[in-house]
């Protein structure tokens, strides 16, 4: 059975009114009939072109938007249908890496607060001495010192306040991250270090990951399957292998074009 099975998911926006007057008909199919599987321990890369569907799927999967119609099936649960104490038990287990890590982190909390959050919410440590250490032992995790604890987001570098993130991702030891575009606003030398820190904790702490980017040769390197995505549906899904190097969709090719150094490879 799949960990994470989607099937026949979508989801339609209907268009705003006007600020300016009027109403704008129509809606907007921004997840169109979408079905795939990740299996637990893998990376599933989701990779495509800006305004394709990728991060309205990852929200999706983890309920964080309501679907239009279709099923999310999590470890053998129906997210459509889990309520309450179930959904809640279940939350636990899924996590967001948000892309923006300037936007995305309090900036009233201290570090400690903001990686401690998801620990109050959900109840999970109640003695605050017990907290701190989980605090301090996520930071060591994710390559920070426990000297942030204290310090407050905009003290820190971009590459670090995603390394914050992650932490605060890491805090309820989910089996399950949806990563968001997580080295999209990073230069390349630090998005190259958080791909790394990635893989690392994929290992450490047995996750499973849905791997959203732009950009394929980032999604190329840290992923065991891709799929392909393209005005909101998927067009091709297969190993990295397949899809890098026999790809069967005119815009997979188009993709892989757009990268020099793939188109040659």
Do not use: W
Not at 6 to 31: H, Y
Not at 134 to 157: I, K, T
Not at 254 to 264: F, H, R, V, Y
């Amino acid at each position: 059975m799949p960990f994470v099975e989607v099937r026949n998911l979508t989801k339609v926006f209907a268009l705003a009114e006007s600020p300016f007057g009027g109403a704008r008909s129509g809606a907007v199919r921004a997840v169109d009939d979408v079905s795939l599987d990740v299996r637990e321990g893998e990376t599933l890369g989701l990779v495509g072109e800006s305004g394709s569907g990728k991060s309205t799927l990852g929200r999706l999967i983890l309920r964080l938007i309501k679907p239009t119609s279709g099923s999310i099936v999590f470890n053998g649960v129906d997210l459509r249908t889990a309520k309450g104490s179930e959904l809640r038990r279940l939350r636990r287990n899924m996590q967001i890496i948000f892309q923006d890590p300037f936007g995305s982190l309090d900036p009233r909390y201290r570090v400690e607060d903001v990686i401690a959050e998801p620990l109050i919410l959900h109840r999970e440590v109640v003695d605050r001495d017990a907290r701190r250490q989980c605090v301090r032992d996520l930071l060591r995790a994710v390559g920070m010192d426990e000297s942030a604890m204290s310090r407050y987001p905009h003290e820190f570098s971009g590459g670090q306040r995603q390394r914050i993130g992650i932490a605060r991702a890491l805090a309820l030891r989910p089996k399950f991250i949806v990563a968001d575009e997580p080295v999209s606003a990073l230069d390349v030398s630090v998005g190259a270090q958080i791909v790394n820190l990635l893989q690392q904790l994929q290992r450490d702490f047995g996750l499973t990951y849905l791997f959203i980017s732009h950009s394929m040769p980032v999604v190329r390197y840290l992923s065991t399957r891709i799929a392909v995505m393209y005005r909101g549906k998927i067009v091709e899904i297969g190993t990295t292998e397949q899809i890098t190097a026999h790809p069967q969709h005119e815009y997979t090719r188009k993709l892989l074009a757009a990268t020099p150094e793939m188109a040659a490879s």
